[in-house]
Protein backbone atom coordinates (compact mmCIF):
# COMPACT_ATOMS: atom_id res chain seq x y z
CA UNK A 1 0.00 0.00 0.00
CA UNK A 2 1.72 3.68 -1.16
CA UNK A 3 1.37 5.84 1.50
CA UNK A 4 1.45 9.37 0.75
CA UNK A 5 3.27 11.89 2.17
CA UNK A 6 1.53 15.83 2.87
CA UNK A 7 3.72 18.00 4.49
CA UNK A 8 3.35 20.80 6.12
CA UNK A 9 4.90 23.21 5.77
CA UNK A 10 2.58 25.63 3.70
CA UNK A 11 3.47 28.01 6.94
CA UNK A 12 1.62 30.78 7.53
CA UNK A 13 1.80 34.51 8.37
CA UNK A 14 -0.35 36.88 9.43
CA UNK A 15 1.32 40.29 11.06
CA UNK A 16 4.71 42.09 9.89
CA UNK A 17 4.31 45.95 8.94
CA UNK A 18 8.16 46.99 10.28
CA UNK A 19 11.41 45.72 10.68
CA UNK A 20 11.54 42.51 13.29
CA UNK A 21 13.95 41.27 15.86
CA UNK A 22 14.46 37.39 15.38
CA UNK A 23 11.10 36.34 16.81
CA UNK A 24 10.62 32.52 17.52
CA UNK A 25 7.00 31.07 17.42
CA UNK A 26 5.62 27.44 17.04
CA UNK A 27 1.97 25.93 16.33
CA UNK A 28 0.23 23.85 13.62
CA UNK A 29 -0.32 22.80 10.03
CA UNK A 30 -3.12 21.04 8.67
CA UNK A 31 -3.26 19.88 5.17
CA UNK A 32 -5.80 19.02 2.96
CA UNK A 33 -5.12 16.54 -0.33
CA UNK A 34 -6.42 18.12 -3.80
CA UNK A 35 -4.56 15.61 -5.89
CA UNK A 36 -1.70 13.13 -5.95
CA UNK A 37 -0.13 11.64 -9.20
CA UNK A 38 1.86 8.29 -8.96
CA UNK A 39 4.83 7.08 -10.74
CA UNK A 40 6.65 3.96 -10.84
CA UNK A 41 10.03 4.59 -11.24
CA UNK A 42 12.61 1.58 -13.12
CA UNK A 43 14.18 0.64 -9.44
CA UNK A 44 10.19 -0.10 -8.67
CA UNK A 45 10.31 3.04 -6.16
CA UNK A 46 7.06 5.38 -6.56
CA UNK A 47 7.20 9.04 -7.23
CA UNK A 48 4.39 10.91 -5.59
CA UNK A 49 3.49 14.13 -6.85
CA UNK A 50 1.13 15.58 -4.81
CA UNK A 51 -1.06 19.10 -4.64
CA UNK A 52 -2.29 19.96 -1.52
CA UNK A 53 -3.35 23.42 0.85
CA UNK A 54 -2.56 24.22 4.26
CA UNK A 55 -3.88 26.02 6.76
CA UNK A 56 -1.17 27.35 9.88
CA UNK A 57 -1.92 28.60 13.13
CA UNK A 58 0.87 30.26 16.19
CA UNK A 59 0.30 29.61 19.23
CA UNK A 60 0.61 33.69 19.95
CA UNK A 61 -1.77 35.21 17.39
CA UNK A 62 1.07 38.12 16.66
CA UNK A 63 3.36 35.55 15.64
CA UNK A 64 3.55 36.29 11.63
CA UNK A 65 2.75 32.57 10.70
CA UNK A 66 -0.46 32.74 12.40
CA UNK A 67 -3.93 32.02 10.57
CA UNK A 68 -2.62 31.66 6.89
CA UNK A 69 -3.33 29.39 3.89
CA UNK A 70 -1.06 27.79 1.26
CA UNK A 71 -1.46 26.16 -2.24
CA UNK A 72 1.47 23.53 -2.44
CA UNK A 73 2.97 21.37 -4.11
CA UNK A 74 5.22 18.48 -3.37
CA UNK A 75 7.05 15.68 -4.71
CA UNK A 76 8.25 12.55 -2.17
CA UNK A 77 9.87 8.92 -3.24
CA UNK A 78 8.52 6.15 -2.03
CA UNK A 79 9.99 3.05 -1.08
CA UNK A 80 8.09 -0.06 -0.51
CA UNK A 81 4.98 2.03 1.11
CA UNK A 82 7.18 4.52 2.99
CA UNK A 83 8.34 7.94 2.09
CA UNK A 84 12.38 7.84 1.91
CA UNK A 85 12.57 11.81 0.54
CA UNK A 86 10.44 15.05 -0.21
CA UNK A 87 10.47 18.80 -0.75
CA UNK A 88 8.13 21.02 -1.75
CA UNK A 89 7.12 24.64 -1.61
CA UNK A 90 3.73 26.74 -1.06
CA UNK A 91 2.09 30.03 -1.86
CA UNK A 92 1.03 31.32 1.43
CA UNK A 93 -1.27 34.02 1.36
CA UNK A 94 -2.34 36.14 4.48
CA UNK A 95 -6.09 37.51 5.51
CA UNK A 96 -5.11 40.83 4.05
CA UNK A 97 -3.74 39.49 0.79
CA UNK A 98 -0.18 39.42 1.56
CA UNK A 99 1.85 36.75 1.42
CA UNK A 100 5.00 35.11 1.11
CA UNK A 101 6.70 31.47 -0.80
CA UNK A 102 7.68 28.61 1.54
CA UNK A 103 9.92 25.81 0.91
CA UNK A 104 10.01 22.91 2.98
CA UNK A 105 12.19 19.59 2.90
CA UNK A 106 11.91 16.01 4.68
CA UNK A 107 14.83 15.25 6.63
CA UNK A 108 13.50 12.01 8.78
CA UNK A 109 11.13 9.23 8.96
CA UNK A 110 10.36 6.71 11.18
CA UNK A 111 12.79 6.84 13.72
CA UNK A 112 13.00 6.64 17.43
CA UNK A 113 13.09 10.77 16.90
CA UNK A 114 10.80 11.24 14.40
CA UNK A 115 8.28 8.69 14.60
CA UNK A 116 5.77 9.86 11.85
CA UNK A 117 7.69 12.55 9.52
CA UNK A 118 9.81 15.31 10.41
CA UNK A 119 11.93 18.05 8.26
CA UNK A 120 12.68 21.60 7.67
CA UNK A 121 11.06 24.54 6.10
CA UNK A 122 12.02 28.20 5.08
CA UNK A 123 10.43 31.72 3.84
CA UNK A 124 11.60 33.08 0.82
CA UNK A 125 10.16 36.05 -1.73
CA UNK A 126 7.51 37.78 0.60
CA UNK A 127 5.31 41.13 -0.96
CA UNK A 128 3.36 43.33 0.80
CA UNK A 129 3.51 43.41 4.04
CA UNK A 130 6.06 40.57 4.35
CA UNK A 131 8.90 41.54 2.12
CA UNK A 132 11.94 41.07 3.39
CA UNK A 133 11.02 38.40 5.65
CA UNK A 134 13.45 35.49 6.28
CA UNK A 135 13.88 32.68 8.77
CA UNK A 136 12.49 29.13 8.78
CA UNK A 137 12.82 26.67 11.37
CA UNK A 138 11.47 22.65 11.47
CA UNK A 139 7.79 21.07 11.31
CA UNK A 140 6.60 17.16 12.68
CA UNK A 141 3.79 15.88 10.69
CA UNK A 142 1.64 14.05 13.93
CA UNK A 143 -0.58 12.00 11.17
CA UNK A 144 -1.83 11.07 8.09
CA UNK A 145 -5.58 10.43 6.61
CA UNK A 146 -6.06 7.69 3.86
CA UNK A 147 -6.03 10.40 1.14
CA UNK A 148 -2.49 12.05 2.45
CA UNK A 149 -4.14 15.18 3.86
CA UNK A 150 -2.22 15.44 7.43
CA UNK A 151 -1.79 17.26 10.10
CA UNK A 152 0.88 18.54 12.74
CA UNK A 153 3.45 20.97 14.99
CA UNK A 154 6.11 23.65 13.59
CA UNK A 155 8.28 25.74 15.43
CA UNK A 156 10.83 28.74 14.04
CA UNK A 157 12.12 31.80 13.91
CA UNK A 158 11.47 34.66 11.83
CA UNK A 159 13.60 38.27 10.87
CA UNK A 160 11.99 40.84 8.57
CA UNK A 161 14.63 43.63 7.03
Known sequence: MLTRTVLPLAFLLGGLASP???QAGQGTFTTVTISATNTVLPDSAVQ?????????????PT????????????????VKGAAVAGSGSCFVQAMDGH?????????A?????CPDLCGNWGVY???GRFAG???GGAWTRNGQFS????????????TKK
Open 20 to 22: LAA
Open 99 to 107: GYTLWWEMT
Open 133 to 135: LSG
Open 125 to 127: GGY
Open 109 to 113: AATSA
Open 63 to 78: FPLHNTKGDCVGLFRV
Open 147 to 158: DGSASGTWTGTL
Open 48 to 60: TLQHYRQISLANA
